[in-house]
């Protein structure tokens, strides 16, 4: 079993910057895909970012350039630096962890592994 708890949310004006972490226990993630989505209040969850297991990154077109996903695999946690942050980046924000091996991490069924969430919020 895999324990996953975000930190980092809050409250920022439009144009500021948070980063998020999401810590793993359980057992060790550094050979797993990590990701992170979010969900805004109505609408579905939506990808954000991931990265593989060997390092490589994507993102949805709308944080491109904004927001950055970074692993420190020796601590198991995963990182979302956002800046730029605008009014429709409002959302809970949620890890994930994928244990198996996939060439694309940008739907939620390739993650096995939850967290419970952080709640971001930009104001205007």
């Known amino acids: 079993q895999v324990q996953l708890v975000e930190s980092g949310g809050g409250l920022v004006q439009a144009g500021g910057s948070l980063r998020l972490s999401c810590a793993a226990s359980?057992?060790?993630?550094?050979?797993?895909?990590r990701g992170w989505f979010r969900q805004a209040p109505g609408k579905e969850r939506e990808f954000v970012a991931a990265?593989?297991?060997?390092?490589?990154?994507s993102y949805t077109d709308s944080v491109k350039g904004r927001f950055t996903i970074s692993r420190d695999n020796a601590k198991n946690t995963v990182y979302l630096q956002m800046n730029s942050l605008k009014p429709e980046d409002t959302a809970i924000y949620y890890c994930?962890?994928?244990?198996?091996?996939?060439?694309?991490?940008?739907?939620?069924?390739?993650?096995?592994?939850w967290g419970q969430g952080t709640q971001v919020t930009v104001s205007s």
């Open positions: 994930a962890t994928a244990t198996n091996y996939y060439t694309d991490y940008t739907s939620n069924d390739k993650y096995n592994y």
């Open positions: 359980g057992r060790t993630v550094s050979t797993y895909s």
């Open positions: 990265i593989n297991w060997g390092g490589a990154t």
